[in-house]
């Protein structure tokens, strides 16, 4: 594919060019990303492209969902790669807000998910869900999308988006898409680039554990606790943040598994915090 990239800057622009499309009756789908890209992001670029006939993505490292001490200043910006990237996956039209754009100085108005966004990630990064909220609220204002597309890495934030998405009658189709992994196992994260080799060796036990528990709920297990303390004595060489065995929709911790769950773990590793899930169904 040898397509020019578009790029917008303005939510102005952006508006008035997904109306045109509208107006021309095509459907827009959009993949909203931090840049950093990786096999991940391709996978969803690709089914927006398959999927719609105007495929959009954002690039836009968004300040409100890190807190004063995480890795905003830090994390990975690769601009020009991720626009070939994109190009290469089959996005036509890059939406590239400015921060003063998206925040001016007397910025106010923010978006709360409550029950999804509570534990989980929320238990060490409390302002995070209303920072993806809002952005996520503030781009699809502006892309106008029919379907937007995330990963499944991001479970939580997929539920938050999904809840929200319904509770606001914004009727866009919301997909999530399989979680991308290294041959090894290891979830894609655009944080993977802060792991040293050691620690990336140590990385490989969120997968493992993971893995392991999913082997015993197929062969029978549906006692969280047991779950639980099996992923936690896979993962002794990482710093643990959290492991949670939820409902798959509501977020909400389940004692007993009797219906789709959710199996998410964080961690510590090294410079990086990394979080993966599975999920699992278990037969009627
Ligand atoms: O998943 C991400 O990369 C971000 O949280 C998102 C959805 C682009 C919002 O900034």
């Known amino acids: 594919m040898n397509q020019e990239i578009k790029i917008i800057r303005s939510a102005g622009e952006m508006r008035a060019w997904a109306l045109a499309q509208k107006g021309a009756g095509k459907t827009i789908g959009f993949v909203p990303t931090m840049g950093a890209l990786h096999e991940g992001h391709i996978?969803?670029?690709?089914?927006?492209?398959?999927?719609?006939?105007?495929?959009?993505?954002?690039?836009?490292?968004?300040?409100?969902?890190f807190a004063p001490t995480e890795d905003f200043d830090a994390?990975?910006?690769?601009?020009?790669?991720?626009?070939?990237?994109?190009?290469?996956?089959?996005?036509?039209?890059?939406?590239?807000?400015?921060?003063?754009?998206?925040?001016?100085?007397?910025?106010?108005?923010?978006?709360?998910?409550?029950?999804?966004?509570?534990?989980?990630?929320?238990?060490?990064?409390?302002?995070?869900?209303?920072?993806?909220?809002?952005?996520?609220t503030k781009l699809f204002n502006a892309v106008l999308p029919d379907k937007a597309y995330f990963g499944q890495k991001d479970a939580q934030q997929c539920a938050v988006i999904k809840r929200m998405v319904r509770d606001l009658d914004m009727g866009i189709e919301i997909i999530e898409m399989p979680t991308v992994r290294e041959p090894d196992g290891l979830a894609m994260s655009s944080r993977n680039r802060y792991l040293s080799e050691a620690d990336r060796v140590r990385a490989l036990c969120l997968s493992r554990a993971l893995f392991e528990a999913e082997e015993r709920m197929r062969g029978g297990e549906r006692c969280a606790a047991r779950i639980v303390a099996g992923v936690c004595a896979g993962m002794a060489e990482v710093e643990i943040d959290y492991i949670a065995l939820?409902?798959?929709?509501?977020?909400?911790l389940v004692d007993e598994i009797e219906g789709p769950v959710l199996l998410a773990v964080a961690a510590k590793v090294g410079a990086a915090r990394l979080i993966d899930n599975i999920k699992f169904t278990p037969n009627p």
């Open 43 to 65: 996978s969803l670029m690709q089914a927006a492209a398959s999927g719609s006939d105007c495929p959009v993505a954002s690039i836009f490292v968004n300040p409100t969902q």
């Open 75 to 136: 994390y990975p910006r690769t601009f020009e790669r991720d626009l070939e990237m994109s190009r290469e996956a089959g996005i036509t039209l890059i939406y590239a807000p400015t921060a003063s754009g998206m925040y001016p100085a007397d910025y106010s108005t923010y978006v709360t998910v409550e029950q999804v966004s509570e534990g989980l990630c929320s238990l060490t990064r409390p302002h995070f869900f209303r920072g993806v909220a809002t952005v996520v």
């Open 246 to 252: 939820v409902d798959a929709e509501t977020m909400a």
